[in-house]
């Protein structure tokens, strides 16, 4: 909670990403006019998806900070995997376009012209992506923000395009083989392609409610052990996340003979220790008596039930 306290909140850098695709479309497109390099221009084109991608995340995450409602009693915290989601499609149309124009440079040759102009416009345009990244990855973590975390891998990914799209421009100054230019403007592409896909994967699982991630489940498995107690054990523990939140339900087994204050009085007990080990958690406990078994049906537990008992 203190780490989310002292990075920028998502919808900060989320308008600061829009401000910075900006800048590197402009930057990037005068470096293709500059020279006519098909790689700078598959430069370009990226920095296109980072402004599409910036502006759907902005809106997605304003609707999953909206409070619960009726309609949606768990809140809206989903709404930015569908952000991960249509940034990763966009990047999939990105590298198709940008094959086309590989494609075609290498069918129909063009030389390069004004080189280094345009690659210190290019080397500049990534600096301001790199360093927006590096501060959207750590809110990202921080605020464990689906759509942070999904516009500034795109933005590393542009990064490293750009460094490739540089050393190919250089390589065809220096050797003058034309080809070099589009047939790494197809490299590139195949990278993107590689980049869409991964999020789009990424969001799906998302939206089919996985489980928390393996730290969260090692806590929250190190302080049931702690809190176990003679006649009192966990099992049928079961998590996952939604956006932002997550999510734990479980049985509580406690003697029989146990006066109903009692019982909730350690199971508030158990629900303060699980909030501190993972914070943020949404626990709901059912008690139960010791000598009672309860089934679940159709679902999976996270956590080994012979372990937990």
Known sequence: MLAAARTPAPETLLRASVAVALATIALKTLAWWLTSSVGLLSDAMESLVNLAGALFGLLMVRI??????????????????????????????????????????LLAPRPLEQIGLGMALSVLSSALNGALAWAMLRSARAHRSMALEGGARHLLTDVWTSAGVLAGVALVAATGWGWLDPVIAVAVAL?????????????????????????????????????????????????????????????????????????????????????????????TIQLLPTDVEAQLTGQDEDLDEGSAA
């Open 64 to 105: 999953a900070s909206q409070p619960a409602d009726p309609e949606h009693p768990y809140g809206h915290h989903k709404a930015e995997y569908f952000s991960s989601g249509f940034e990763g499609l966009l990047i999939l149309v990105a590298a198709l376009a940008i094959l086309w124009a590989a494609v075609g440079r």
């Open 191 to 283: 990278n993107i392609l590689r980049e869409g896909a991964r999020l789009v994967w990424k969001s799906a699982q998302g939206l089919m409610d996985q489980r928390v991630d393996s730290a969260s489940l090692a806590a929250i498995e190190q302080t049931l052990e702690g809190l176990r107690r003679p006649g009192i054990r966990f099992d049928h523990v079961i998590t996952r996340r939604s956006g932002r939140r997550r999510f734990l339900d479980m049985h509580m087994h406690v003697p029989g003979s146990w006066t109903l204050q009692r019982a909730a009085a350690q199971r508030a007990r158990v629900e303060e220790g699980l909030r501190a080990a993972v914070p943020g958690l949404h626990a």
